[in-house]
Nanobody, 131 residues
Framework: QVQFVESGGALVQPGGSLSLSCAAS????????IGWFRQAPGKEREGIAC????????DYVDSVRGRFTISRDKAKSTVYLHMNSLRPEDTAVYSC????????????????????????WGQGTQVTVSS
């Protein structure tokens, strides 16, 4: 059974940093593009960062580019999201999932990205940015 478990969420002050983990079991992490997503109250879930299986390339949405970094540790079957310069608008439930269609990240701003290509959603971890 495939399972993703996110952890690391916390309450952090604006300008602070936080690292999230996404531990995968039941699949070979290196075979899939993995994405981080977030959903704020009253808003739709949005993809924010992706790491490719094919060439290690990454993609970010503009709102987090330069502040967030996605990485993967194949030996630990874990994908990380390192977040710096956090803002109150980053407050959301963060979750990870695997792209079952593409081994290379479909750019979030591009024509082929579809959130429905992702599966094996975890329960998510809460990140709250507030003073």
């Amino acid at each position: 059974q495939v399972q993703f478990v996110e952890s690391g969420g916390a309450l952090v002050q604006p300008g602070g940093s936080l690292s999230l983990s996404c531990a995968a079991s039941g699949l070979t992490l290196g075979d899939y593009a993995i994405g981080w997503f977030r959903q704020a109250p009253g808003k739709e879930r949005e993809g924010i960062a992706c790491t490719s299986a094919s060439d290690g390339s990454t993609d970010y949405v503009d709102s987090v580019r330069g502040r967030f970094t996605i990485s993967r540790d194949k030996a630990k079957s874990t994908v990380y999201l390192h977040m710096n310069s956090l803002r109150p608008e980053d407050t959301a439930v963060y979750s990870c999932a695997a792209d079952l269609i593409h081994r290379k990240c479909a750019a979030f701003a591009g024509p082929i990205y579809r959130i429905y290509d992702y599966s094996y959603w975890g329960q998510g971890t809460q990140v709250t940015v507030s003073s």
